[in-house]
């Protein structure tokens, strides 16, 4: 892959710049709506780069040739994510004590303690902005009280720094606020490029999966990195319950090595190894969504699934765990699937059944993701930043707040 020259610092008391940090280019829904907020901002003007801990990932070549791309990542690196962020708190605070940027927008939940951390280390706490767009919940799988005040204490450590918060579901912006009941936490929900999707549908796809043109099993398909949170061992365990009807599975994403080899063993042990294909990354996952016959999200917490309106785009059913947060709002306002209980594969198993057997209309499923369109969503992510350097001061401008407020289904 070619990569772009370093961006140098540029030594200046006042630069109007928005950084929007991740730590990599790594296919994720994170990285791909920092990328769009990013190229909405320049298209409007506005003097947007975008900041990483490590200038590499398969969404690098996303990156549009007018928006800046500045490393800030020390030579000495870690094999873990999480530990090289840490590691790499010293390099961030340093960058920004050099770049002087008037907003950091810390693009996901993996970056925000890193970045509050690094910006009281850099001397500019005062001068820079720091934002927060918060894309996950803090509630991780079942719900228990001490999983609940552990969940607390991350969304305090991850948000409390932040001069203001953008949730990307309402039901996100309310976990975030139980936390810190003193925050606005204003609300952005995630949209799909709705004429990206109608011009990809139809690009060829082969598999031997869809050979069969009369009387073939079941397809179902997921999307998401191969970790612990989309609950893909759950989703391959259901569908050993499922051989009555011989249902196959796609899963589109990639992972950890280790992790991939462990849902391979867990195909095999369960029995259904030829029933699932692991496809890896796939730079135009749309021709294989409308190929399919349902979507399933089998995820232990979430934050707003863009895969899920990615589905509703490309006119297919859903089962999505009831989870935290964001899946309940996009399933019952249609409704446009099922809903099934969390880290449960009988249930799942159930409500991949019922949903097969409920016929839903195509046109109607296109039309739910027509709610969340990816221009209304980057118009109001465009009016949020273009308000600098005014002073938010823990809560959004009173011009903005109907801005941020983005109803799905309400």
């Not at 029933?275 to 409308?290: E, H, K, T, W």
Request: aromatic share 6%.
């Amino acid at each position: 892959m070619n990569r772009r020259p370093r961006v140098e610092p540029q030594l200046q008391n006042n630069n109007p710049i928005i950084a929007i940090g991740n730590y990599d280019f790594r296919p994720s829904g994170t990285v791909v709506k920092s990328i769009e907020i990013a190229a909405a901002c320049a298209k409007a003007g506005l003097p947007v780069e975008l900041w990483v801990v490590r200038d590499e990932g398969a969404l690098r070549a996303r990156v549009p040739a007018g928006v800046p791309v500045f490393e800030t990542g020390s030579a000495m690196r870690l094999h873990n994510r999480g530990l090289d962020l840490a590691l790499n708190i010293p390099a961030l605070a340093a960058a920004l004590r050099r770049r002087r940027p008037t907003l950091f927008l810390s693009g996901g939940n993996h970056l925000h303690l890193a970045a509050r951390i690094a910006l009281g280390l850099s001397g500019r706490r005062r001068s820079i902005q720091l934002g927060a767009r918060a894309s996950n919940s803090a509630h991780h799988g079942k719900a228990t009280r001490w999983q609940a005040l552990i969940g607390t204490w991350s969304n305090r450590l991850k948000f409390g720094g932040a001069d203001f918060i953008v949730a990307v579901s309402h039901a996100l912006a309310a976990e975030i606020q139980t936390a810190l009941p003193k925050k606005s936490v204003g609300i952005i929900a995630n949209g799909v490029d709705l004429a990206k999707v109608d011009r990809l549908v139809s690009a060829p796809f082969a598999h031997h999966f869809l050979d069969e043109q009369c009387d073939r099993p079941p397809l179902l398909v997921t999307i998401g990195r191969i970790v612990r949170q989309k609950g893909f061992d759950l989703l391959v365990s259901a569908l050993g319950r499922l051989d009555d009807i011989g249902a196959r599975l796609m899963i589109i994403g990639d992972g950890d090595s280790t992790k991939i080899a462990a849902l391979k063993s867990l195909a095999e042990a369960e029995g259904v190894a030829h029933r699932v294909a692991l496809l890896g990354y796939q730079d135009n996952p749309f021709a294989i969504l409308s190929r399919a016959d349902l979507f399933v999200s089998a995820s232990r917490w979430e934050g707003a699934s863009n895969a899920l309106i990615e589905a509703l785009a490309c006119g297919l059913p859903i089962v999505a765990t009831d989870c935290p947060t964001g899946n309940r709002e996009v399933v019952e306002a249609g409704p446009y699937g099922t809903l099934a209980p969390v880290e449960n594969v009988e249930g799942l198993a159930n409500a991949i059944r019922a949903e097969l057997k409920t016929k839903r209309s195509k046109n109607e499923q296109r039309a739910g993701a027509h709610s969340r369109s990816l221009d209304r969503c980057l118009e109001s992510w465009v009016k949020l930043l273009e308000a600098w350097p005014e002073k938010f001061v823990d809560q959004f401008p009173s011009h903005l707040a109907d801005t941020c407020e983005q109803p799905w289904g309400r």
